[in-house]
């Protein structure tokens, strides 16, 4: 397998993908908060886009990058018929999803009741809510069939084309809502079959990168072999295991609904934290699981070791610090991005305080991305979906009983809760791997180190929010006093950890250079 980067150059492709990705993603958001702010047809199609999502997590990274990636990778490794199997898995799973699409399509008003019950008090919101996700439901088979040919990409080591496909989908919406706004049409029936449009865009980039590595996959006849009882036997846990978060925001949408104005608020506020948790998260989800397979197939246990590791103190060096100035500037953030017209200083206020509770499990958040690959790496899917299913029960009571006494932001509380549990419970259980899954010393030595830096940082920008509260509100200086908190934030954070020990201009440079 010569010729493959390293981790911490296929985490830059994949992040810096993921990075232009999130902040197209911030202007999509801008322009959806100007035109809608947090009324009946924003949270319509929040909670229509949402269904999706839910079964696209399943499907996609649940069963495909948990269960799908260590099988194919082992193929590809000992040249067993690869490409066969990754044509089986497509055709089951086009079969599978088609199938499903078409009922959910039907079902949609159930659906949506199990979704949205708050709504059902609202018909006009519902009926909008049922419309935009009959609309938005296929895009849950394209983004699954991405998931496949992503999932075949990633192990070959081609990173680029799937983490440069999300792209796709903001371009287009932000398109799809420009139109909207050039013909007075409605924002939102142009996002859904923005979502739709954009489905099937990313479908043709991945399947025609695969087909320029060698990998043209076609759909046949679906068929019950041993390779796909195998991978079924694997992929259901996985889906669970893998969906553990999604499970919890659903549970969360389905409690927000009760809530006027809850769901714009925590949809918003999950787009902010998720751009750490989306460049460092995915980065790491979709590098370390075939990079784990392939050292677990070949006995390196010192390599799996070493990788696990890596992966663990690049994720936090990244998260720790976005995780403090989350929690000490939320309302500023929120303000810049999405403060203008239709969202009001109320909704401001109201989104800020989610995202500093959501960003207290930010680091937990990623620390599962790395956990669960060790556990999927071995072809174990059944013990984190114990996990899992622990965590869902946890959110859920916290959730749902303390949405009683603290309202909406019972939500995210429960969700960060049961994260930090979650990676609790998969840390405790890798340690029946050994040592190849297992903190080493440099990890241990640097973690506190981290965590100090990130704290020094926390406290600059406080003091910098302070000084610069004046620019932070003025309309045209709110963007650049904002870059300049982010930009002396990182810097201090970064000489900081230098300084500490956290981190070494030599390992990054070794990190980034090619190994075989």
Request: positive net charge; glycine residues 10%; hydrophobic residues 60%.
């Amino acid at each position: 397998m010569s010729g493959r980067i390293s981790l911490a150059r296929a985490f830059a492709v994949v992040g810096g993908w993921t990075m232009a990705s999130r902040i197209l993603g911030f202007a999509r958001d801008a322009v959806m908060a100007a035109l809608l702010g947090a009324g009946p047809m924003a949270e319509a199609f929040f909670v229509a886009f949402r269904l999706p999502n839910l079964f696209r997590r399943f499907f996609a990274e649940g069963a495909f990058n948990m269960a799908f990636v260590p099988l194919f990778a082992k193929r590809l490794e000992d040249g067993s018929g690869a490409k066969g199997f990754a044509e089986e898995a497509l055709s089951g799973l086009f079969f599978i999803l088609l199938v499903l699409t078409v009922i959910a399509m039907v079902a949609m008003p159930v659906l949506m009741l199990g979704l949205a019950a708050g709504f059902s008090d609202e018909p006009d919101k519902f009926d909008l809510a049922v419309l935009y996700g009959r609309i938005q439901f296929p895009y849950l088979l394209c983004m699954s069939l991405t998931a496949l040919f992503s999932g075949v990409l990633n192990s070959m080591g081609k990173f680029a084309a799937p983490a440069a496909a999300p792209v796709a989908l903001n371009i287009i919406l932000i398109s799809f809502m420009a139109l909207a706004a050039a013909f007075a049409a409605p924002v939102g029936d142009f996002l859904a079959l923005g979502v739709l449009a954009a489905g099937f865009c990313q479908v043709a980039l991945v399947a025609y990168a695969a087909r320029k590595a060698g990998m043209q996959l076609r759909v046949r006849r679906p068929r019950w072999t041993p390779a796909m009882k195998r991978l079924t036997a694997l992929g259901v846990p996985g889906m669970i295991a893998g969906g553990a978060t999604q499970i919890n925001l659903f549970i969360g949408t389905s409690i927000a609904t009760f809530f006027t104005g809850a769901v714009a608020w925590l949809s918003y506020a999950d787009r902010i934290y998720q751009l750490p948790l989306g460049v460092v998260g995915v980065a790491i989800g979709v590098v370390l699981l075939p990079e784990l397979s392939r050292r677990v197939r070949a006995d390196d246990d010192e390599g799996a070791r070493s990788s696990f590791n890596r992966a663990a103190e690049f994720s936090l060096a990244l998260t720790l610090p976005a995780a403090v100035a989350l929690i000490v500037m939320p309302g500023p953030i929120v303000d810049v991005l999405f403060g203008r017209y239709a969202f009001t200083p109320a909704n401001v206020a109201a989104t800020g305080a989610a995202v500093m509770i959501f960003a207290i499990g930010l680091p937990a958040f990623v620390l599962q991305k790395v956990l669960q690959p060790v556990y999927f790496a071995r072809e174990d899917t059944n013990t984190p979906l114990k996990f899992a299913v622990i965590s869902m029960v946890v959110n859920t009571i916290i959730s749902a009983g303390g949405a009683w006494y603290m309202g909406y932001l019972a939500i995210p509380i429960g969700t960060v809760i049961a994260s930090w549990l979650q990676v609790l419970l998969l840390w405790r259980g890798a340690r029946a791997f050994g040592d190849a899954a297992a903190p080493d010393a440099q990890l241990l030595t640097r973690m506190p180190r981290l965590i100090l830096a990130s704290i020094v940082m926390g406290v600059a920008v406080w003091f910098g929010v302070d000084l610069l509260a004046d620019a932070l509100a003025t309309s045209g200086l709110r963007w650049a006093a904002l870059l300049a908190l982010v930009a002396v934030g990182g810097a201090i954070y970064g000489v900081t950890a230098l300084a500490l020990g956290a981190a070494s201009i030599a390992d990054l440079k070794a990190g980034m250079r090619r190994t075989p």
